[in-house]
């Protein structure tokens, strides 16, 4: 459900939605209001681990920030479906981002994540995984992770709808092994 509202609308609806297992966003004066399914849940958990998995075989450090709650004050509020920073050093924002986008409109995902001049976004989207960096002041779609450079994003595309989770990632693992990666 999308509507118009203001910055305290927003932060109250967010509160009450938090403890009822919904999300709320808000991005220059319209609010978004986003139900949790299995299917979604289910994608973003997949793609999530496979990212984790790569890093744990590449040796890579991570921190997984989740969905936790990005905003700029007035104008825009929400959390990603996942999140990750990479590196050694905590930062003071993921590096990636991860969106399910399993109905179509509401608020433009990459505009809204350029409002923190995000470094990277991935969307799954259509049964495919989009990846975009920010590159002079906008998102171009790459078919290669500038955050994780060498992480096949075509074997996640793949296996992200695979059941069990715990095949696909072993399927996802195996096959990074087999090629080297």
């Given amino acids: 459900m999308v509507g118009l509202g203001d ?3 927003y932060l109250n609806l967010d509160l009450l939605c938090e403890k009822r297992g919904m999300r709320v966003r808000f991005y220059r004066g319209i609010i978004e209001i986003m139900s949790i399914s299995f299917p979604h849940e289910s ?3 997949a793609i999530g681990r496979m990212v984790t998995a790569w890093c744990d075989s590449q040796g890579i450090d991570y921190n997984a920030w989740g969905s936790t709650t990005q905003r700029v004050e007035g104008v825009m509020g929400g959390e990603p479906d996942d999140s990750f920073s990479f590196g050694e050093q905590m930062k003071s924002q993921p590096d ?5 986008a ?3 409109g509401g608020i433009d995902k990459l505009e809204f994540w350029s409002e923190i001049k995000a470094a990277e976004v991935w969307i799954w989207q259509n049964k495919k995984l989009h990846a975009f960096v920010l590159s002079g002041g ?3 779609p790459v078919t290669q992770s500038k955050v994780l450079p060498g992480i096949d994003l075509k074997l996640i595309e793949e296996l992200a709808e695979e059941k069990p ?3 696909a ?3 996802f693992q195996q096959r990074c ?3 080297g990666k």
Avoid at 96 to 100: G, H, K, P
């Fill in 7 to 9: 910055w305290d609308s």
């Fill in 43 to 45: 994608l973003k958990f």
């Fill in 96 to 100: 990636l981002f991860i969106e399910v």
């Fill in 102 to 104: 399993l109905s179509s």
């Fill in 138 to 140: 906008g998102y171009q």
């Fill in 165 to 167: 989770h715990s095949k």
């Fill in 169 to 171: 990632i072993r399927t």
């Fill in 177 to 179: 092994a087999r090629s």
